[in-house]
């Protein structure tokens, strides 16, 4: 390569000196006192010190040029999508491979042996909801015989919040990428309470979720076709500008599909009786969005998957027990790790004591930039990890930014000057930085049935970064 | 044995989020056991209920209304936390950050946060910052690389890079520069002007940009190097990229260099490159053997020559031989304890200039090296700087109380004629230098050598320049207007004897 030419004198002289300050803090605000722009960065040795990831990503960046346009097609496919809510549909009929005593679950596989409280809770009670056993206990005694087959959602092109059950006969939210043609489904949110998302399994989890089945989905499904679906993209950025993150706040979303739906709702089929308890069932859940906007995360994440050379992650997702990434480079691979304890508040009476460690296929919200990501825009939320205000909600966010490799301009962020969410983590910039993404989520009791005990803020487990890492800069090594 | 108490805050609403904040202050208060608050909706009333915290007073709660129930050890303490509550619910959450500097995690998030960022100032330790800088200079930064226990191998690279890309690379271990009117990392407060500088040498910048400054002249840009620019591995690339842009600066109207002796090679590139510019200059090459100048150029042997030669004027004439000889004269011995490298090596020149011995652990050529313990035949002139000094310390220049006890060991030494010191102030250095030093030597006998000092900074300085003379002064110090006044005193003091 031949060198350029020198003599290109600086311009430094005749720039206004602004300064990036990487080290002794002493030096930024010494500058502050003068009045000169400063920001500090809060300097950690990269990879957090350790030699052999250093090295690692040092072998990556001598890939930089097959690795740049490979993680730039990934953003554009994140950024391109287009996603309209186009229906509801029985899982069993649009979800490949969902037949009899299959269970699609949240998070990576998992076998019954390793599975957490809340989710074996959820198995049994899908299992009676079925009618494949006649009670709980019998469910418990088939799903622990091997008689039924564990599949995670995101081999089914679903997603499921907390435990993320899905069978057959449920009926799922169909969300299509018109840029692409890919679909995506998640079941309809079942409220707060005892609910099988939290392991619940009583005979009231199970008669909602007939009610679900029998009455709403149908309702909702004939809402959507007769208005051709909506439109999510546009939905989605009315929401983060009305506060929402659309992972622990879905206030403002759940009331903008209302709105968008409830006409048509009311004009479709069945009792006037059955219309109003539809309605008075979406109107009375905050996170009603939650689901819609889960499988919009999917719709918009597949097409960027299977990218040679692409450091992007796909998809993040736990299952209690492990969590589990995957990166566009690495295709269908999962890279897992001990899945952590969120930290939060707790609802009266209970504690972390209590608590089920990170669970939910949920965080396919941080994978496109909302939920954790997209904090500025919902400041209302930071509190659950105590202290701050309004600054630490943008810090979230700026922080999420520095691990993201571009930003959505169609998802704006009032506070932070329209900045768009930050969108396309890069493994190597979570490795090299130490940061791992935050994940908003509620926190499930460890016991099955109890339900939601409280809501707080996770984070992804470096050890799944540093696991793709490795197994990607093995690819370079071999390509 | 617990007490419930609940009450009910009519017509209020907090977000859940807040709640649950006020529901753990009031938890952590004395002798409460537990405490909720919460909407009145029937299902948090249940929940409340169940939890043993919902009083008869609260079951008629509304949604609207807020209620507030506490188990507590007594009576009194419940009915604490229940006073207690209003105070909470109306404390807005207070901005934690409480401070206008913004901060980022990464370079890439700093640069998004200030896009018209011109300049990365790095410090972080040596084997981190070759890549930090690198980093920077891909990103578009100018660099001043105040780190040290940069490899030459990296500096070259770091320096290549720069300027393949226009941008100037100061350092590694540049302590200083003074750009556009702003002094970066260890720097004084001197008006713009005419002077423009480039310096290998942190305190050498330094001494020179405060001495325009005391004789009525300004700085347009003083620019760090980095020590090793001029060594035959850098090439100066550096020196020339900054000697370019000060000559195409039209505020500059003369340009002082400061280095120790260069390379040959590098000097004549250097020297090339000023006979080619119709501007004039000051080569200050401290210890530098006689050396053919450009026409345009002339040359200074000290720091001060160097500003005196900038600004056509001489700096106090008459301190040396006006300034009254102290009364107690003991000794034949100098002790030089320096904090500025610069500051050292001129003390040295000065020393040798006038005949006499002298010996440092940083020996300018003509001086002897000394290691441990001091020489018994020449003047000791040390600089505390110096990496055996201030492995795993703070530079005496941010920690002065370093030189106590050097300066006790001086004191005490009956050969000990005079001791020489610097006093450097500016951003970056200890917020009151003269103090910590006024404080070590009140704790010394009466009967103590005399101590010369000068005090490198300015009236706009944090520190504040005459303060900082008015102290050391109180104490019995005699100051000198400039480093190398200071060192000829000492001369006049050993031969007067």
Known sequence: MRRPPRAMTPDLLHRPIEVVNVGLAGFAQDLASRQVPVVQVDWTPPARGDATLAALLGRLAASEGSIVPANAEALRRLLDGEPVLVDVQTAGDVIAGLGERVILHAGPPIEWNRMCGPLRGAVAGAIVYEGWARDLGAATELAASGAITFRPNHDGGSVGPMTGMITRSMPVFVVENRTFGNRAYSTINEGLGKVMRFGGNDASVIDRLRWLRDVCGPRLGDALRSIGGISLGPLIARGLAMGDEMHQRNVACSALFLRAAAAAIARGGGSSEDIAAVLQFIGGNDQFFLNIAMAMGKAITDPARGLAHSTIVTAMCRNGTDFGIRVSGTGDRWFTAPVEMPQGLYFPGYSE??????????????????????????????????????????????????????????????????????SGIDVRRVVETGIAPAINTGIAHREAGVGQVGAGIARAPLGCFDAALRALAEQERTR | MTYVASRVVRGRYLDSVSLMRVSQSLSALEGVAEAAVMIGSDTNKRLMRDSGLLGAEAEAAQPADLIVGVRAENEAAARAALAGVDALLSKRASNAAGSAIGHARTLAGATKMLPGASIALISVPGEFAAAEAAKALRAGLNVLLFSNNVSLDDEFAL????????????????????????????????????????????????????????????????????????????????????????????????????????????????????????????????????????????????????????LGVRFAPDFVARTALPQNRRGNRVRGLYCGGTLCAEAQLVLLGAGEPVASNAPVPGARAIDGAMPDRAHAVVDLGADEYTRGRPHPMMEPAIRSEPLRAAMNDPATAAVLLDVVIGYGAHPDPASVLVDAVGSMPAQRPPIIASVCGTEGDPQVYSRQVRTLESAGIIVAPSNAHAAEFAVRVLHSR
């Open chain 2, 159 to 310: 320096k290549q890079l720069a300027r393949e890309r226009g941008l100037l690379l100061m350092g590694p271990d540049c302590g200083t520069s003074l750009l556009n009117g702003v002094p970066l990392a260890f720097a004084n407060v001197v008006p713009r002007g005419g002077v423009g500088v480039v310096a290998a040498s942190g305190t050498g910048l330094q001494e020179v940009t405060t001495l325009v400054a005391h004789g009525g002249g300004g700085i347009s840009h003083g620019i760090g190097v980095g020590g090793r620019d001029l060594r035959d591995e850098i090439g100066g690339i550096t020196t020339l990229m900054a000697l370019d842009a000060l000559d195409a600066d039209a505020a500059t109207t003369h340009i002082v260099i400061i280095s120790k002796p260069p390379a040959p090679r590098v000097a004549n590139a250097v020297l090339e490159r000023i006979a080619k510019s119709a501007k004039r200059f000051t080569v200050c090459l401290l210890g530098q053997a006689d050396i053919a100048l450009p026409s345009n150029a002339r040359r200074a042997h000290t720091l001060r020559e160097a500003a005196e030669l900038a």
């Open chain 1, 353 to 422: 004591a209590d608590a089920n460690p990170d669970i939910g296929d949920s965080a396919i919200l941080e994978t496109i930039g909302l939920g954790a990501f997209a904090m500025a825009a919902s400041p209302a939320v930071v509190g659950f990890v105590g202290g701050g205000g309004v600054a630490q909600a943008l810090d979230y966010t700026r922080a999420m930014a520095d691990i993201s490799i571009g930003a959505n301009p169609k998802w704006p962020i009032p506070l932070l000057d329209f900045a768009g969410v930050p």
